[in-house]
């Protein structure tokens, strides 16, 4: 059985950083794109970014594009987002997701196959 559990998460200030990571147990994620989304009160689930297996490609979302950073160890079965000069509208829980297979990035919820159950951040103005 698949479990990912996202960690990091809390409550910061504008302009603060923060590290989310995601630890994945029950299947190596080496063989996945992994990718980290968002969700807002009454907003749809979006893609914020993600990695493809190897790390050699990316993708970011326009709004987070040269503050947050996605990373992967693979030999520790984890997946990062160093999140840095965080604005409130950056406020959401934050979903740890993969999707097999592993060479190619995905944008849409529905294409991925495991999900963890979210951490919060709250970006206070």
């Known amino acids: 059985q698949v479990q990912l559990v996202e960690s990091g998460g809390g409550l910061v200030q504008a302009g603060d950083s923060v590290r989310l990571s995601c630890a994945a147990s029950?299947?190596?994620?080496?063989?996945?794109?992994m990718g980290w989304f968002r969700q807002a009160p009454e907003k749809e689930r979006e893609l914020v970014a993600a990695?493809?297996?190897?790390?050699?490609?990316?993708y970011y979302a326009d709004a987070v594009k040269g503050r947050f950073a996605i990373s992967r160890n693979n030999a520790v079965n984890t997946v990062y987002l160093q999140m840095n000069s965080l604005k409130p509208e950056d406020t959401a829980v934050y979903y740890c997701?993969?999707?097999?297979?592993?060479?190619?990035?995905?944008?849409?919820?529905?294409?991925?196959?495991?999900w963890g159950h979210g951490t919060q951040v709250t970006v206070s103005s």
């Open positions: 029950g299947r190596t994620i080496s063989n996945y794109t």
């Open positions: 990695i493809i297996w190897n790390g050699a490609n990316t």
């Open positions: 997701a993969m999707r097999f297979p592993g060479h190619v990035l995905a944008s849409r919820p529905y294409e991925y196959n495991y």
